[in-house]
């Protein structure tokens, strides 16, 4: 990215797709797959609520808010209608 993108857009999208993206590297990496794994488990533990929060700032992060409101517009209409 060139230095008026990051400028505008800060890193959290770069900080986003590392979080995404590396577990899933070091899964293939046999000295970190357990960590990996051991992390999986703890999020088992994770409140729901945390869950709709870290959708939330992806979606926000992103830019899908325009696609969250289409979704929502069209299923609940959807629901009306029956």
Known sequence: LD???LK???LKDEFILLVVFV???LSFIPD???Y???GFKALEFVPEYYWYIVGA?????FGFRSMVRYLLEFF???FRSK
């Not at 700032?57 to 992060?61: A, Q, S």
């Open 3 to 5: 230095r008026v993108s």
């Open 8 to 10: 505008d857009r800060g």
């Open 23 to 25: 577990p899933l590297i």
């Open 32 to 34: 970190y797959a357990e």
């Open 36 to 38: 990996v794994q051991e």
């Open 57 to 61: 700032v992806v979606i926000d992060t």
């Open 76 to 78: 609940s209409f959807k």
